[in-house]
């Protein structure tokens, strides 16, 4: 139980500084910036959800 905690909160923070770095260093639109985020952070969900499972 504590390994998934600490899986969850690292895909976490890793999206959210991911997240964070892409906001500051993209050229895109407000809503291809959102549209790509929300992409990228479902992707590491994903990941999460798989990893985590096993």
């Known amino acids: 139980m504590k390994n998934s905690g600490i899986c969850i909160a690292s ?7 991911g997240a964070v770095l892409a ?3 993209t050229p895109k639109s407000g809503q291809e910036l959102r549209d790509s ?5 479902d992707k ?4 999460v ?3 985590c499972h096993d």
């Open 11 to 17: 895909a976490l923070g890793g999206a959210l500084f």
């Open 49 to 51: 959800r798989c990893h």
């Open 23 to 25: 906001m500051f260093l």
């Open 37 to 41: 985020l929300r992409e990228a952070i």
């Open 44 to 47: 590491e969900v994903d990941k």
